[in-house]
T-cell receptor, first 114, second 115 residues
């Protein structure tokens, strides 16, 4: 398994500002994933982040709005840019641990945009 | 494309009742199947998994069997407790060319167990 931490755990932000969410893993992993979970809904994959290459974004998500960094094999950041109330969600990072099966999730960052 | 269809909730049960949450899937390849649980205010935790047909995943009294013939992975527990109150997500992982393993999640089923 993998232990994943996220910072911040929650935040309340003003419209038009940006927030960077950090994800730290206790072991080296190739692939990290960022998801969004809007209130009462399931998870939606935002992007896949591999170390040393640009993130791959899913349909409906763009780099200008959700820039991602992946500087090494244990760390990634997701920035939610120019926020609006529609960005209020829980943002989760996860990792795919080779040979174990299944993704392991961080505790999430609960974002509220006013 | 791949997808997961999950029983809609919310589900409310009395303590010690039998639980079934239905999950069916559509996949082009040979997926692995998972159940995740999300307790109030927390992130997702992997509850159990099955990687091939007829495999049974089990954990904490929960079970699910990978049924290829019915493309199902229903979650069951014989006697639920108040502490099982959570949202349960069915998911599949399928190998996608040029992308690797892709995860697909169901919409989640909220379970409330009352004493």
């Amino acid at each position: 398994s993998a232990v994943i931490s996220q910072k911040p755990s929650r935040d309340i932000c003003q419209r038009g500002t940006s927030l960077t969410i950090q994800c730290q893993v206790d072991s080296q992993v190739t692939m990290m994933f960022w998801y969004r979970q809007q209130p009462g809904q399931s998870l939606t994959l935002i992007a896949t982040a591999n170390q040393g290459s640009e993130a791959t974004y899913e349909s409906g998500f763009v780099i200008d709005k959700f820039p991602i960094s992946r500087p090494n094999l244990t760390f990634s950041t997701l920035t939610v840019s120019n926020m609006s109330p529609e960005d209020s969600s829980i943002y989760l990072c996860s990792v795919d641990v080779a040979g174990v099966g299944g993704q392991f999730f961080g505790p999430g960052t609960r974002l509220t945009v006013l | 494309g791949d997808s997961v269809t999950q029983m809609e909730g919310p589900v409310t049960l009395s303590e010690e009742a039998f639980l079934t949450i239905n999950c069916t899937y559509t996949a082009t390849g040979y997926p692995s199947l998972f159940w995740y649980v999300q307790y109030p205010g927390e992130g997702l935790q992997l509850l159990l998994k099955a990687t091939k047909a007829d495999d049974k995943g089990s954990n904490k009294g929960f079970e699910a069997t990978y049924r290829k013939e019915t493309t199902s992975f229903h979650l069951e527990k014989g006697s639920v407790q108040v502490s099982d109150s959570a949202v349960y997500f069915c998911a599949l992982s399928d190998l996608v060319e040029d992308t690797g393993n892709q995860f697909y999640f169901g919409t989640g089923t909220s379970l409330t167990v009352i004493p």
